[in-house]
């Protein structure tokens, strides 16, 4: 069955630390991939998006991720995080016209 | 501009209710959903309706109906609301049957 797997139920960093949130898939293909962050309260935004072309994908407010087939994840980094990081992350993915499955998130905590 | 609207924000009530929730997109997009997130944040897709057409019902109880009266609105109609159904539901909307999701700030339901 296509799955997405958040393996970190909490993360706790330091700011001005680097992050890296891991993110596996379980898909027949290649899906298409998505990180979104959740702040207390609100929805969910889209921080960056894979679909095909280059592994190395750069999204909003300084985050990047990986697409790494051969070990089936989409890991998002970021060098520096910053106070207002702190959030739930989901991981998401998709494929063809299917739904798209949610990872179980990841709540990030950053401390000064 | 908000893309994707949802009201009310907050909703209180009681067993045995009927209530709806409204949301509006104004992205211009085809593919609008609803889901459900639980206390654990646990992401869970309901429906999906596509120019206006189900084409996603998730095994959702038959007290909850969709209503999409074009495509920039998607309702949801809860009857006879119960204990379990407290969460906050999320509207979200995207381009085609596949790719991103833009999502609403979510509507957090109680029901006491």
């Known amino acids: 069955a296509q799955s997405v797997t958040q393996p970190d139920i909490h993360i706790t960093v330091s700011e001005g630390a680097s992050l890296e949130l891991r993110c596996n898939y379980s898909?027949?293909?290649?899906?298409?991939l998505f990180w979104y962050v959740q702040s207390p309260g609100q929805g969910l935004q889209l921080l960056l998006k894979y679909f095909s072309g280059d592994t190395l994908v750069q999204g909003i407010k300084g985050f990047e991720a990986e697409f790494k087939r051969s070990q089936s994840s989409f890991n998002l980094r970021k060098p520096s995080v910053h106070w207002s990081d702190a959030a739930e992350y989901f991981c998401a993915g998709g494929f063809g016209n299917e739904k798209l499955t949610f990872g179980t998130g990841t709540r990030l905590t950053i401390i000064p | 501009d908000t893309a994707v609207s949802q009201t009310p924000k907050y909703l209180v009530t009681q067993m045995g209710n009927d209530k709806s929730i409204k949301c509006e997109q104004n992205?211009?997009?085809?593919?609008m959903y609803w889901y459900k997130q639980d206390s654990k944040k646990f992401l869970k897709i309901m429906f999906s309706?596509?120019?206006?057409?189900?084409?996603i019902n998730e095994t959702v109880p038959n007290r909850f109906s969709p209503k999409s009266p074009d495509k920039a609105h998607l309702n949801l109609h809860i009857n006879s609301l119960e204990l379990g159904d407290s969460a906050v539901y999320f509207c979200?909307?995207?381009?085609?049957?596949?790719?991103?999701?833009?999502f609403g700030p979510g509507t957090r339901l109680t029901v006491t």
């Open positions: 992205l211009g997009h085809d593919t």
């Open positions: 898909y027949g293909a290649t899906p298409y």
């Open positions: 979200a909307s995207s381009p085609g049957l596949a790719g991103e999701q833009y």
């Open positions: 309706y596509n120019n206006k057409e189900l084409i």
